[in-house]
C-alpha cells in the first residue's frame, strides 16, 4: 500500500496511491481510516511530507561501502542523532542554503515510518510497529559540521529534511538499491543489504534510548558518493520499490 499526504484547495488530506490514482481517506492511517469517495490525479495536488513526526532520528556511518569508501573501521553499535520536524518539506519543495555555509552536501536515505507509539521494543517486534519506508534526503551543512564538532547545527536548517513522495508498506527494506541523482547524474548508487545495523535492530536499538511515536521518522544512513551542491541544483533521492524524491536548492 502506498500513503500519500496532499492539499488540494488549501485542505490537506492523507490518501492512498493505486495505480496513478490518489482515493482520499478519512482517520488515522496508522490505526483506523476509511477511503472515501473523493479521487484525485497526482497532477491536481500538491504532494506533501508523507508524515508529520514529533522526530527525525538519524544514523550515522550505517554502510560497510561508505566505511570503505571513508577507511573507517565500522561502529560496534549504531551513532544515533535528531533532525527537529521543522527541518521536514516535502516533494518538489526547494532546499535552502544557508547563507552562513560554503559547502550543503546531500545524503540519500531510506527512511523508516514507526507506526505505533513503543518504547524498548525487541528486534523481532520492529517490524510489527512499523508502517512503512520513504526516501529521505539528510541534506546537511559540512563546513559547519566540521567546525562545530557534532552535528545539530548542521543538520537542523529549516528545509534540511527532504522526505516522500508515499510511504510504500509492501517492501523489504533490507534490500533495496538507494540512488542519489545530482543534476541527472548518478553520485550515490547501493543497495539496503550493505547496512551494517538492519532496519529491524535500528528500531529496536533507538527504543531502549526514546519514546516513538506515530510518524516518527528513522533515517537509516547514506551510502558512498555523498556530495556537496550548488543553488540551482536538482537532486533526486530514488529507491526501488518506493519512488522518487526531487527537490532543487535554492538561496536561503
Known amino acids: ?109 531510506l527512511a523508516v515510518v514507526v507506526k505505533n507509539q513503543i518504547r524498548e521494543i525487541e528486534t523481532a517486534e520492529a517490524g510489527d510497529h512499523i508502517l512503512g519506508y520513504t526516501c529521505f534526503n539528510d541534506i546537511t551543512a559540512r563546513d559547519l559540521q566540521n567546525r562545530d564538532g557534532q552535528w545539530t547545527r548542521a543538520k537542523s536548517f529549516d528545509t534540511f529534511a527532504p522526505v516522500g513522495p508515499i510511504i510504500e508498506t509492501e517492501v523489504n527494506p533490507n534490500d533495496l538499491q538507494v540512488q542519489l541523482f545530482h543534476n541527472g547524474k548518478v553520485k550515490q548508487n547501493s543497495n539496503t543489504k550493505q547496512m551494517i545495523f538492519e532496519v529491524e535492530y535500528l528500531v529496536s536499538f533507538i527504543s531502549q534510548v526514546m519514546t516513538l511515536n506515530p510518524g516518527d521518522i528513522i533515517a537509516t544512513g547514506t551510502p558512498p558518493g555523498v556530495g556537496s551542491v550548488e543553488v540551482g541544483d536538482d537532486l533526486e533521492v530514488k529507491i526501488e520499490g518506493i519512488g522518487s524524491l526531487k527537490n532543487q536548492i535554492d538561496q536561503a
Open 1 to 109: 500500500m502506498k500513503f500519500l499526504r496532499f492539499k488540494k484547495e488549501e485542505k490537506i488530506s492523507y490518501g492512498i496511491l493505486e495505480e496513478g490514482i490518489i482515493r482520499e481517506i478519512k482517520g488515522d492511517i496508522y490505526n483506523n481510516y476509511q477511503i472515501s469517495d473523493r479521487n484525485y490525479l497526482l497532477s491536481e495536488v500538491d504532494l506533501l511530507a508523507p508524515c508529520e513526526p514529533s522526530k527525525i532520528i538519524c544514523v550515522g556511518l550505517n554502510y560497510r561501502d561508505h566505511a570503505k569508501e571513508l577507511d573507517m573501521d565500522l561502529p560496534k553499535e549504531p551513532v544515533i542523532f535528531l533532525k527537529p520536524a521543522t527541518s521536514i518539506i516535502g516533494p518538489n519543495t526547494k532546499v535552502k542554503y544557508p547563507k552562513i555555509s560554503q559547502q550543503v552536501d546531500y545524503e540519500a536515505e
